[in-house]
């Protein structure tokens, strides 16, 4: 029987998620693309070619990566224009975020020919997800810029954004990553660090940005590693005639039945306020 996962129509560019540390974490989808496309173009085609090896797969490679990719776009297009199957992968995850193949893609789009994705494992969103978090609207922002001025500037502008912020980050500028994070967004800023993920030394850390430099000063081992950043958007601070109907209501029915600081932590998640707020509120306008 033949199988249904390569389309009849031959010049097919698959882009192929793959496992960001657990082996076990590619789908059977991506191994039978694997398996049937013409040629993989990689990031690291040493790295892809030890995944591949894992599961028995060979396959003719090409290299595809930031410093080549703007100019190999062309024969991948005219390989794919020819007839040939390609699986495009990145080193680990899903290929294009914060990784090479915009090009690619957006060549591949202009020159009509058919694009499949094949989800799978992504640093970002697995972070996310068991950060604890508001995961309902974010941004990823990728890795900031190297320089300090540059990624105070890229922080500052993210100041006031509301949403949760996902960053990557390298061991070698964590800390003074975190740093400058303490000093733009406030040392009270809640925080989650997710490090190697799906890996033995998996690591997910919750704090604000004061106890999280601080709890890695602990332990130099507690940096190393592929590093996500989960950073809580700002919530911003309601006055007394800001706070709505509904959460007033709420807090006061609550406050009737529970402690004043569990009634305000209640309210302050269904709102997204500052628990702080309504439990100054509390003490203000409820009666002991």
Request: charged letters at 20%; aromatic letters at 8%; one cysteine or more.
């Amino acid at each position: 029987m033949k199988n249904s996962s390569i389309p009849e129509q031959s010049g097919v560019l698959y882009i192929v998620a793959t496992p960001i540390g657990n082996l076990e974490d590619i789908t059977q989808r991506a191994l039978n693309i694997f398996q049937q496309v013409d040629l993989i173009a990689a990031e690291d085609t040493r790295h892809s070619g030890l995944l591949l090896s894992h599961y028995g797969i060979k396959k003719p490679f090409f290299a595809l990566h930031d410093h080549n990719e703007q100019q190999k776009v062309a024969v991948l297009v005219e390989k794919l224009q020819q007839g040939q199957n390609i699986a495009l992968v990145s080193d680990a995850g899903t290929p294009l975020i914060s990784d090479p193949g915009f090009h690619l893609v957006r060549h591949c789009r202009q020159a009509g020919i058919k694009i499949v994705p094949i989800p799978g494992a992504c640093a970002a969103i697995t972070a996310l997800c068991s950060s604890g978090i508001a995961s309902d609207r974010f941004c990823f922002e990728g890795f900031l810029p190297a320089k300090t001025k540059a990624r105070c500037d890229k922080l500052s502008a993210l100041l006031d954004e509301p949403r949760t912020l996902i960053f990557y980050e390298s061991t070698h500028r964590i800390l003074d990553t975190l740093a400058d994070m303490q000093q733009v967004f406030g040392g009270e800023r809640y925080i989650v660090m997710a490090r190697e993920i799906t890996k033995t030394w998996e690591t997910i850390y919750g704090a604000s940005l004061n106890e999280l430099i601080a709890w890695l000063a602990e332990d130099n081992n507690r940096i190393k590693g592929e590093i996500v950043l989960v950073v809580e958007g700002n919530i911003a601070e309601p006055s007394d005639d800001e706070i709505s109907a509904q959460a007033l209501k709420l807090f006061t029915l609550l406050a009737q039945e529970l402690p004043l600081k569990k009634a305000a932590a209640i309210v302050a998640e269904c709102f997204n306020y500052k628990k702080n707020t309504l439990y100054q509120y509390g003490l203000a306008h409820f009666k002991n």
